[in-house]
């Protein structure tokens, strides 16, 4: 983009009147971001002013923006070995490096330093940039606790404190952690808490450590993304696998990811794609953080095209580009099934998500039709080679996908 156009778009831009200064408003400029998103638009004035804020909007809604935005505002600048003064707490490794990119990126003309500490990597790089002066900490519960024992990070000097997915915190029992992290805050800090649900516990939690908190909520009921198309298949569980691949194969995919409920059952179905050259990898919590996230990287940078992977990566993950979503397991949770085929759709693109249903899986696939309100269309795969069709619903009008016999030579992401 050219100075002009850039200026230009800073005028035009829905953030100039929300009062974020010159510097963020030409990182985001340069990024595309034209106006806020509503989180954005109602979160970020609260924050500016130093109050506490709940924020409840789905992943994909532009929240990490909402908060990292006004925090860099707020900061103004990098402090010569200062001690952290923003402390951002997040579930998943994943989430934390991924919040850490962001801040990295709106704040590319806001000389701030940012650190990045989560399990499974080592202390070292982690210790360097903490005595060097990092004025953002963004932080896995479990790894932070274990600089605090240390003494290697205190809390005292965190002015902002954000608690990013906290319901998907309380779902991994960090929220014990969590809590203690809080307490050992100092009381007159800011904060900041974004979940897309808010179980009682949580309420709870938000009744005793925040101060007099503004709620913006912005689509507080969960429900899919209108530009994800989402259809169930009906499938005995012995033949899941194989109608999985006849789906595959009549697909013009850029990228895909694959949700198991079980991490061996993720290993097992990456490895099955492999055996049939398929490009994929495995994601879950068992393996090295190294692995994961290279996996992450190469499948962001189309080096990979099928991801398959647990509810890990159902989650707050960014990852623009995925074209479809098959979940081979129907989740267990209802509110993970917008969350899975949250991965596609993002930023108003388009996507299809598929669902495959064994017959014990039904009061599952019930369940998430409450949730979401909506019955999902029903399909069958017409030229598949059915064992049986088990009748999951039967006053539904099953229109039928007609399955390709020549599985071509141009299909997508099979090594050559
Ligand atoms: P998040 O909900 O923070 O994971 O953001 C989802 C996606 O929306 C990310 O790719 C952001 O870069 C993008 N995004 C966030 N805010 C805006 C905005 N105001 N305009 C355009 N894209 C945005």
């Known amino acids: 983009m050219t100075q002009s156009t850039i200026d230009e778009n800073l005028e035009k831009s829905g953030f100039a009147e929300l009062g974020l200064n010159e510097s963020i408003l030409r990182a985001i400029a340069e990024m595309g971001y034209r106006q806020p998103t509503p989180i954005q638009a109602g979160s970020i004035p609260h924050i500016l002013e130093g109050k506490d804020v709940i924020g409840s909007a789905q992943t994909g809604t532009g929240k990490t923006a909402a908060y990292a935005l006004p925090v860099l505002h707020r900061l103004g600048g990098h402090r010569e070995g200062a ?52 004025d953002v900490v963004i932080a896995t519960p479990g790894r932070l606790l274990d600089h605090i024992q240390q003494k290697t990070f205190n809390l005292s000097s965190v002015e902002v404190l954000v608690l990013d997915e906290v319901d998907r915190m309380l779902d991994m029992g960090f929220i014990d952690d969590v809590r203690r992290i809080i307490r050992l805050c100092r009381k007159d800090r800011q904060t900041l808490l974004f979940s897309a649900t808010v179980p009682d516990a949580i309420k709870r939690l938000i009744a005793v450590h925040l101060k007099d908190p503004v709620e913006v909520s ?101 990852i623009a580009h995925v074209t479809h979503v098959i979940n081979f397991d129907i989740p267990q949770h209802a509110e993970d099934y917008v969350h899975r085929i949250g991965r596609t759709g993002r930023a108003q693109r388009d996507g299809d998500a598929f669902t495959l249903v064994a017959p014990d899986e039904q009061s599952h696939l019930d369940a998430i039709e409450k949730f979401i ?13 059915y064992m049986y069709q088990p009748i999951i619903r039967d006053n539904d009008q099953a229109p039928k996908r007609r399955a390709k016999r020549n599985s071509g030579s141009s299909r997508f992401g099979r090594r050559r």
């Open 83 to 134: 001690a952290p003064r923003c402390l951002v707490l997040g579930p998943t490794r994943e989430l934390a490096a991924q919040v850490e990119s962001n801040f990295v990126e709106y704040g590319r003309y806001s000389p701030l330093k940012c650190c990045l500490i989560h399990g499974g990597v080592g202390y070292g790089k982690q210790l360097e940039e903490l005595k060097a002066g990092a």
């Open 373 to 385: 309100d909506q019955r999902i269309p029903q399909r069958s795969l017409e030229g598949f080679n």
């Open 218 to 318: 912005i689509g507080i009921k969960l429900s899919p993304a209108e530009t994800v198309k989402h259809e169930i298949y009906p499938v005995g569980a012995m033949q899941k696998f194989d109608l999985m691949l006849a789906l595959i194969e009549q697909m013009e995919i850029d990228s895909m990811i694959i949700f198991c409920r079980m991490k061996s059952g993720a290993d097992r179905i990456a490895r099955w794609l492999e055996d049939r050259n398929y490009i994929v990898a495995p994601m879950h919590s068992d393996l090295p953080q190294k692995v994961r996230t290279r996996s992450l990287e190469d499948f962001k940078e189309g080096r990979i095209k099928i991801l398959v992977a647990t509810d890990i990566a159902s989650r707050g993950l960014d």
